[in-house]
């Protein structure tokens, strides 16, 4: 895909002298005039690990007691340009502010994403979000906008419309969740429309770990005719990860962010490794998070990528949310588990996964939009790779919700 940028290859050393300075050259601001971080961190620190881990409670807490924007506010609220908050799907949402300068450092973040799925100023790029108050689309439009490449907005439209808008300007990018790329093939079909003939070349995800699960992946790719990358962001972080021409995982962009894996019971935090990734900021100082405890599960690698770049590699993406994990009858399991094994059977339209509580036991049941017969095979292959027995019921196709945003497909029930 190009030429890469001097720290896509840099070496541990320079990569953990780069981030330090510029790390340590921002903090005696933080503790002069960011009341929250004042109150965090040490006198001194000479190194990471003299640093105070962040949670998402304590940020939300915060809001709360000094609403509505809290007190990790490292300027006067004069000096902000932008407010954008988080989806809520783990609770309450949070607020962040960004200034003028933060928010062209989350233009340039952008770019490696784009350079690294081959996205040029000469392509047409298509976002199919309601451009809410949600960050990372109005990020990824207005990294686009400094890319250079021509915008396209399917805000304020139905997915119809979105279909018919993506053929008519003859969109070459789609940004989307994996989710919403496969209810963009399905309405597509119900009107006549074969998009994987349109000019769609690439298509880029964020919000779910779809596109770094092989199986949906492949699903999106043949149904769209594209070729699918992975992002990763959140909108307390920033836009910090993409996949590479490889496609087995997602880099961190560390010229921007410290990444960190937290081993969730030891409570020590590594460079690689099995945990909860853990995120530092290095462009956002008007309201930055310093050692942010993402809640995302991981598994970190490094080394040299065979795209060349030796940025550390979350293998196979995010598998899911640390709380998320559900324990079945002794058996271990992440939601993006069960959808790598339902995304291989095509017969499947969309699907719910529901752990009940009946007698005192758990019991995993699935809700699929599929001939019983397909229900059956798929409740034999969950059974058989990944030890556990699941409920897989059946039900007419278009019955489940359709998600635009991140699907809410797991739930907890008791029975």
């Known amino acids: 895909m190009g030429e890469l940028d001097t720290f896509e290859t840099w070496s541990d050393r320079e990569r953990r002298r780069a981030q330090w300075e510029r790390l340590a050259a921002k903090l005696p601001?933080?503790?002069?005039?960011?009341?929250?971080?004042?109150?965090?961190?040490p006198e001194r620190a000479s190194g990471l690990g003299d640093l105070p881990f962040t949670t998402k409670s304590e940020l939300s807490e915060d809001q709360a007691a000094r609403p509505p924007f809290g007190t990790n506010l490292t300027y006067p609220i004069g000096r902000y340009v932008r407010l954008h908050q988080t989806s809520g799907t783990t609770g309450r949402p949070l607020r962040f502010l960004d200034t003028a300068e933060s928010w062209e450092w989350w233009r340039e973040c952008w770019q490696p994403i784009y350079r690294a799925a081959g996205v040029t100023a000469s392509d047409r790029i298509f976002f199919a979000f309601s451009f809410g108050p949600?960050?990372?689309?109005?990020?990824?439009?207005?990294?686009?906008?400094?890319?250079g490449a021509l915008c396209l907005t399917g805000g304020a439209m139905s997915t119809t419309e979105r279909v018919a808008a993506i053929v008519a300007a003859e969109a070459t990018v789609l940004l989307c969740t994996p989710t919403y790329a496969l209810r963009l093939a399905e309405a597509a079909r119900e009107e006549g429309v074969d998009l994987a003939r349109s000019a769609?070349?690439?298509?880029?995800?964020?919000?779910?770990?779809?596109?770094?699960?092989?199986?949906?992946?492949?699903?999106?790719e043949t149904e769209l005719g594209v070729e699918v990358f992975d992002h990763t962001g959140a909108t307390e972080v920033g836009a910090h990860g993409f996949s590479c021409s490889a496609?087995?995982?997602?880099?961190?962009?560390?010229?921007?962010?410290?990444?960190?894996?937290?081993?969730?019971?030891?409570?020590?935090?590594r460079e690689e490794g099995e945990g909860e990734l853990v995120l530092t900021n290095l462009g956002r100082w008007g309201m930055p998070v310093i050692r942010y405890r993402t809640g995302d599960r991981v598994s970190a690698v490094r080394g040299t990528c065979s795209c060349g770049r030796t940025l550390v590699k979350l293998a196979g993406g995010i598998a899911g949310r640390v709380d998320d994990m559900v324990t079945?009858?002794?058996?271990n399991v992440f939601p993006s588990a069960i959808e790598a094994i339902v995304r291989r059977f095509d017969e499947v339209g969309e699907y719910r996964?529901?752990?009940?509580?009946?007698r005192e036991m758990d019991e995993l049941r699935c809700t699929v939009?599929?001939?019983?017969?397909?229900?059956e095979l798929l409740a034999g292959a969950i059974h058989r790779e990944l030890g556990i027995r699941c409920v897989?019921?059946?039900?007419?196709?278009?019955?489940?919700?359709?998600?635009?945003?991140?699907?809410k497909r797991f739930n907890k029930t008791n029975v």
């Open 29 to 41: 601001e933080l503790r002069r005039t960011n009341p929250f971080y004042r109150a965090k961190l």
């Open 134 to 147: 949600f960050v990372g689309f109005w990020s990824a439009f207005a990294g686009a906008e400094r890319l």
């Open 200 to 220: 769609l070349r690439v298509s880029i995800h964020a919000g779910e770990p779809g596109a770094s699960i092989p199986a949906t992946r492949e699903r999106i």
């Open 247 to 269: 496609r087995d995982g997602v880099h961190i962009n560390e010229a921007e962010f410290i990444a960190e894996i937290l081993d969730v019971r030891t409570g020590e935090a």
């Open 328 to 331: 079945v009858r002794g058996v």
């Open 353 to 358: 996964i529901a752990l009940a509580r009946v």
């Open 369 to 375: 939009e599929a001939p019983a017969d397909v229900a």
């Open 392 to 407: 897989v019921e059946t039900v007419a196709r278009g019955t489940l919700p359709r998600f635009e945003m991140k699907a």
